[in-house]
């Protein structure tokens, strides 16, 4: 009997997948059937337009040569996230994503069970090969109850298995990123693989400017590493995981410059962890999974003046889960716990600002200080996701947390509905409280007042629909709304409270992977505000575009010629304007004042990248040669504008100025690479 693989990629957005990936591949096996798509993901919520085998934990996500290898994505899937609707970058192609009107803070990252700060380095492209991603979820509004301690969405990334019955190696070459990937079964019931990429686009192009002509922006070094060993038993399996990645950036002044002794920096980031992980199956019908993980996060930031920026965190977190099927019923309960040491030293200023960045205070030491502290947050969860008359589902969830370090308790309830009532058509809402804690960096700054703050509120909710229309091509709309509250920078002068509110509209249109053309268009419309409740004043949300657009499509030509495109266009980001700059008589420091908060915006973002491949399978190895085109136009895309106070120069005892950093994207640049599979 012909057996049917089902191959995906989800990134979810609520109940909702805006984009999925799925194609079914037919091979004369033994008889089979066909199984659900996911611990969630059903048949009926996919948009077909990728290639993915989800029923083998040991295959890979998408190869260079499928769609998420999109122009401008440069075989990174991840970065495909940016293209949906919804979601954009926190200031900047090069910056960290923001997610339905919610900072960068805001976020969750997790990669099979492992609590990340960041999956993205400074170019943006993710620290997680292709090669090792077996699935990637996004949710952004309302999100399961499995998940807390975020407000804007949550990425979920799960690495695939080792295969335990084929050697094999990848190599891919690239002006932007290289990498090795080599696997291996060990014995009959252990398998392994490592991976290792190092950017070398700082080998080809130097710099760039941020928008001046006195500080120039070098182009990042960065490189990353995964490793998993995997041995499987009949009904349990463990697995040791290992990862890591490091960034360098680095921004100084022309060359003859009269302030080159007081401009610039030089920052590095670090990060590594380890996990270990237990799935076991209880029963017939119950699982268990269970993460233990460490990982330490460094960051090191040194100005040309001399003033420094130390900080490094320690987690060790635990996160468990229990699913249980039951007729109609599938229950799912869990814990999280995270036990977090952060450290902080520091020499010169550390601002701290508001939401606004209106009322800004600093802390300032000529000689180097440092300050520690212990954080310990326990996270309880419980869903019931039950089928009713086959056309409704709901999902009744509820999510409690405990903040040791704030004494705060959390008790979130969370909704979710799913109607279809025609085969092709799904209605779907969800609905849900969620907060965020403190940056721990903010926290450490406030020193004795750090326990005293508390976290983000939120409650969401979301809207979609799902539409099949005719040859796989696929239609989906959702509205969604979020609003917040918080009190900041509790006990001290610059104490304020705010709240807000985020809502908007996102549509995409995907055509399937097909014999020659396939792709998607997606558009976002959002608005949002801040309130300071003491003053009144009333901004937008600096995290809600009022538009943003993506088109992707790529033609498939006879003899494994591919030829795609991408265009991105969104609306400018919105900035506070610097009035004047006064000298502190006691400290001599410089008090900026600026006008009223995200008042003015920058010019529109406009990108056009473009990709042309060519797959041939040799004796030797299945190679894939691509051709890169990025910012095809060279447009100067400035994206984020900010006045540091480190780009403070003084012209007279009295009288300084603040030199903007205008952020700029990547300039045109062309990548040619080949991939080889062994």
């Not at 899937?77 to 960068?104: E, Y």
């Not at 629909?465 to 969604?480: M, N, P």
């Not at 268009?521 to 409740?533: K, M, N, P």
Request: aromatic share 8%; glycine share 8%.
């Amino acid at each position: 009997m012909t057996r049917y693989q089902i191959n995906c990629i989800a990134m979810r957005c609520g109940a909702g997948t805006l984009l999925s990936v799925i194609m079914l591949s037919t091979t004369a096996l033994a008889q089979q059937t066909v199984t659900t798509v996911g611990e969630r993901l059903q048949m009926d919520e996919i948009i077909v337009i990728g290639e993915r085998h989800v029923d083998d934990p040991t295959m890979i996500a998408p190869d260079a040569a499928s769609l998420l290898a999109t122009p401008g994505d440069v075989n990174d899937p991840l970065k495909a996230l940016l293209s949906l609707p919804g979601i954009t970058f926190g200031g900047g192609d090069l910056d960290d994503p923001v997610i339905r009107g919610g900072g960068v803070r805001d976020n969750l990252f997790l990669i099979d069970g492992l609590p990340v700060e960041n999956v993205f380095h400074e170019l943006s492209d993710s620290i997680i090969s292709p090669n090792v991603i077996r699935t990637f979820d996004l949710q952004s509004t309302a999100f399961n109850s499995e998940y807390g301690n975020a407000t804007g969405g949550v990425i979920d990334i799960g690495l695939r298995d080792p295969s335990s019955d084929h050697r094999s190696a990848n190599i891919d070459l690239s002006q932007l990123k290289s990498g090795i990937l080599i696997e291996t079964p060990i014995t009959d019931n252990i398998a392994a693989y490592g991976s290792y990429r190092h950017n070398l686009a700082h080998l080809f192009l130097k710099e760039f400017e941020r928008g001046n002509d006195v500080l120039v922006f070098q182009m990042p070094e960065s490189r990353d590493y995964t490793g998993r060993i995997i041995w499987r038993g009949d009904e349990t399996d463990v697995t040791v995981t290992a990862l890591g990645s490091w960034d360098k950036t680095e921004e100084r002044p022309r060359e003859g410059d009269i302030n080159a002794a007081l401009l610039g920096e030089v920052e590095t980031r670090g990060f590594d962890a380890q996990s270990l992980r237990l799935r076991s199956r209880l029963g017939e019908n119950t699982t268990l999974s269970a993460v233990f993980s460490h990982s330490r996060t460094n960051e090191d930031r040194r100005e040309t003046n001399g003033n420094f920026i130390e900080h490094t965190a320690d987690a060790l977190t635990l996160r468990s889960k229990v699913t249980h099927q039951a007729s109609w019923h599938q229950f799912t309960a869990g814990a999280n716990l995270t036990f977090l040491d952060n450290d902080l030293s520091f020499q010169g200023f550390m601002p701290v600002c508001d939401r606004l960045e209106q009322s800004c205070g600093a802390a300032f030491s000529v000689n180097p200080v440092t300050s520690s502290e212990s954080y310990q947050t326990t996270e309880l969860f419980f869903e019931d996701e039950v089928e009713i008359f086959g056309s409704l589902a709901v999902d009744l969830g509820i999510h409690s947390a405990i903040d040791h370090f704030l004494d705060e308790t959390f008790i979130e309830p969370r909704l979710g509905l799913t109607f279809s009532p025609r085969e092709n058509v799904d209605l779907y809402a969800r609905a849900g409280l969620h907060h965020v804690s403190p940056e721990p960096r903010k926290l450490l700054l406030l020193g004795r007042l750090g326990a005293d703050q508390e976290s983000e509120r939120s409650k969401q909710f979301m809207v979609g629909q799902r539409w099949t229309i005719s040859d796989g091509w696929r239609l989906q709309t959702e509205a969604w709304y979020k609003d917040f509250e918080h009190t900041e920078l509790i006990g001290s002068p610059l104490e304020r409270d705010f709240t807000g509110d985020a809502y908007g509209l996102d549509i995409i249109l995907a055509k399937p992977v097909s014999n020659r053309l396939y792709g998607w268009a997606a558009l976002s419309l959002s608005e949002g505000t801040v309130t300071d409740a003491a003053s009144g004043l009333k901004v937008d949300n600096q995290f809600t575009p009022h538009m943003s657009a993506t088109i992707a499509a790529t033609y498939a030509l006879d003899n494994g010629w591919k030829l795609g495109a991408k265009y991105r266009m969104q609306s400018g980001d919105p900035f506070t304007p610097l009035l004047n700059v006064a000298i502190d008589p006691v400290s001599l420091s410089p008090r900026p004042s600026f006008g009223i908060p995200f008042s003015e915006r920058l010019d529109t973002y406009h990108r056009l990248d473009i990709r042309i491949e060519k797959s041939a399978s040799y004796q030797f190895a299945d190679v894939n040669y691509y051709v890169d085109i990025l910012n095809v136009t060279n447009r100067e895309n400035v994206a984020n504008r900010t006045f540091p106070l480190r780009n403070t120069v003084f012209s007279g005892p009295n009288a300084a100025t603040i030199i903007p950093n205008d952020e700029q994207g990547i300039p045109f640049f062309v990548a040619l690479g080949v991939n080889f599979s062994f």
